[in-house]
């Protein structure tokens, strides 16, 4: 066994911070919700350092770590109870008119229908399983092979596969049957739903979860992916681009304070 020094580990932490943050909010679609988890499994990684074995695996390690946590979040908190394809696609086809929002300024009903895309992506990683979930971002947002993400999974690498298989399928009929950017005949248009997003509560006009620049790595990113996913060449790549966001500063302060802690006992 290798001792991690307190400098090392300050380090490791720094480094995956921000991926645990993006993953957490792929998996939860909450970036408030997953600020907390966030920080609950760095504190994990921190209290259970001793038992890795070799740095160079700190990663893929730390990954289980969180899939472990967030597997169990999502198991046993009722707010993350998984929506279906088949409801989201009925949702899709209630037939709308165009948005009416003549009060609010072009540039924000921009930045809403950015918003809109990107919770509309979002709601549609919900609707795998758990672990379809956690196999999909370990392949889009990681782009871990089967062998390297079977281990974090603890499956073989062949029901890996599997399951990887099923979750794209699955996104790319859901996709190329009702999305209006890809299919032309589909019922559901980004312009068309802003309204009804709105009064239903599924974005905010006073808050802009997944385009609230404060979490934003970098803005042209937002941009990259209302590109990706207007040109619609692999479907894949509307997930894999998807925005890329910082976890803030303060909440990842108390963390130093528990590094230092863990070393002083």
């Not at 943050?21 to 259970?48: G, P």
């Not at 956690?134 to 062949?158: H, K, Q, R």
């Not at 937002?222 to 909440?251: A, C, G």
Request: net charge neutral.
């Amino acid at each position: 066994m290798v001792r991690i020094t307190k400098e090392e580990l300050t380090r490791l932490l720094e480094e995956i911070k921000n991926q645990i943050f993006n993953l957490s909010i792929r998996m939860l679609s909450n970036v408030q919700l997953a600020e907390d988890a966030t920080q609950d499994i760095l504190l994990k990684i921190i209290n259970q350092i001793d038992a890795l074995k070799d740095e160079n695996k700190f990663k893929p390690w730390a990954l289980t770590i969180a899939k472990n946590y967030l597997l169990n979040v999502i198991k046993e908190d009722s707010r993350f109870k998984r929506i279906s394809f088949e409801v989201m696609e009925k949702d899709c086809n209630i037939p709308m008119n165009e948005f009416y929002l003549n009060d609010i300024p072009n540039l924000d009903k921009n930045k809403m229908l950015i918003e809109l895309k990107i919770s509309c992506s979002q709601a549609m990683l919900m609707c795998l399983s758990k672990e379809e979930r956690y196999i999909y971002i370990l392949s889009s947002m990681f782009e871990l092979n089967s062998v390297n993400g079977s281990a974090i999974m603890e499956i073989t690498p062949d029901n890996y596969r599997q399951k990887l298989h099923r979750a794209k399928l699955r996104l790319k009929n859901f996709l190329e049957n009702n999305c209006g950017l890809i299919n032309k005949s589909a019922t559901c248009k980004c312009n068309k739903r802003l309204d009804y997003a709105i009064s239903n509560g599924r974005i905010s006009k006073e808050r802009l979860t997944f385009t609230e620049e404060k979490y934003l790595s970098d803005e042209m990113n937002i941009k990259s992916f209302i590109e990706i996913m207007e040109k619609y060449e692999d479907y894949s790549d509307v997930f894999t681009q998807n925005p890329q966001y910082v976890m803030p500063e303060e909440k990842a302060l108390p963390l130093l304070r528990e590094i230092n802690k863990h070393f002083s006992n």
